[in-house]
């Protein structure tokens, strides 16, 4: 929070301009759960409450990210899901976006803090991929050391 604030000032006092908050959406946050896992999008609405000093509630959307990330995990390598489906990813994207609307939606609107704008898709689709390479990862490794 205070770097936040330290960053508004600094760039009035010394740049004269305005900070503008860089803001993940709701359709943002479904792409990167759909793609990486609930832990991308739990990341990009962390984000989006370090961006309005909401300290707090960061690390309480990081823990419920990592949790369901780890029941996904244990729904599709365990029997009888064995090998997974594409509904269950579809499910956890549609799940994060009523989330990010119902816990964060008058900073998602525009209403309450109404400079700020919507963060970059490169990004979204980025951090996807890489909590997907991390999730492939993580499965192969399992796989071994099951197989050991």
């Known amino acids: 929070m205070l770097s936040h604030i330290a960053r508004q000032l600094r760039?009035?006092?010394?740049?004269?301009?305005?900070?503008?908050?860089?803001?993940?959406?709701?359709?943002?946050?479904?792409?990167?759960?759909?793609?990486?896992?609930?832990?991308?999008?739990?990341?990009?609405?962390?984000?989006?409450?370090?961006?309005?000093?909401?300290?707090?509630?960061?690390?309480?959307?990081?823990?419920?990210?990592?949790?369901?990330t780890v029941l996904l995990l244990a729904f599709t390598v365990l029997p009888p899901w064995k090998g997974g489906n594409t509904v269950i990813p579809m499910l956890m994207a549609l799940g994060m976006k009523y989330w990010a609307n119902s816990t964060q939606g008058e900073i998602l609107t525009g209403g309450q803090f109404p400079e700020a704008t919507q963060a970059s898709w490169w990004a979204v689709v980025g951090l996807g991929i890489l909590f997907a390479v991390v999730m492939l990862v993580c499965l192969i490794a399992f796989n071994f050391l099951r197989s050991l």
């Open 11 to 68: 760039s009035r006092l010394i740049y004269n301009v305005s900070v503008t908050m860089k803001i993940y959406k709701p359709t943002q946050i479904a792409l990167a759960t759909f793609l990486g896992s609930p832990i991308a999008g739990g990341a990009l609405m962390a984000h989006n409450a370090k961006e309005v000093g909401k300290d707090g509630i960061r690390y309480w959307v990081i823990s419920i990210g990592i949790t369901a």
